[in-house]
C-alpha cells in the first residue's frame, strides 16, 4: 500500500514543481523587464532633452539655412504668381 501512495505522491509533487518552476520563471522575467527599463530609461535620460531641460541646451549651427530657403521660396511663389497673372492677361486680350 505504501508504495501506491508513493506513486501518487510522486505525481503529485512533479505538478507541484511544474507550478514553482512556472511561477519563478513569471518572477525572473518581470524582474529582467523592470531592469532592462531601468536600464533604457537612465541611458535615454542621457540622450534626450525634451521638455524641462530644453533651456540647457545650447543652440548648434547647422549646414541648412531655414530662412534662405523661406526666402527662396516666397521667390518662386512670386514668379509663379506673376507667370499665371501675366498669361491671363494675354488670354483675355486674345479673346477680345
Not at 34 to 50: N, Q
Not at 63 to 68: L, T, Y
Request: hydrophobic share 35%.
Amino acid at each position: 500500500m505504501e508504495e501506491k501512495f508513493d506513486d501518487f505522491d510522486g505525481a503529485n509533487s512533479d505538478e507541484k514543481k511544474n507550478g514553482k518552476d512556472f511561477k519563478i520563471e513569471i518572477i525572473l522575467f518581470l524582474i529582467l523587464g523592470f531592469l532592462l527599463g531601468v536600464m533604457m530609461k537612465t541611458e535615454a535620460s542621457k540622450r534626450l532633452t525634451i521638455g524641462f531641460d530644453d533651456y540647457k541646451v545650447t543652440a548648434k549651427e547647422s549646414d541648412v539655412n531655414i530662412e534662405k530657403i523661406q526666402k527662396d521660396l516666397l521667390m518662386q511663389q512670386e514668379n509663379t504668381a506673376e507667370e499665371v497673372t501675366g498669361e491671363q492677361a494675354e488670354e483675355s486680350e486674345n479673346i477680345q
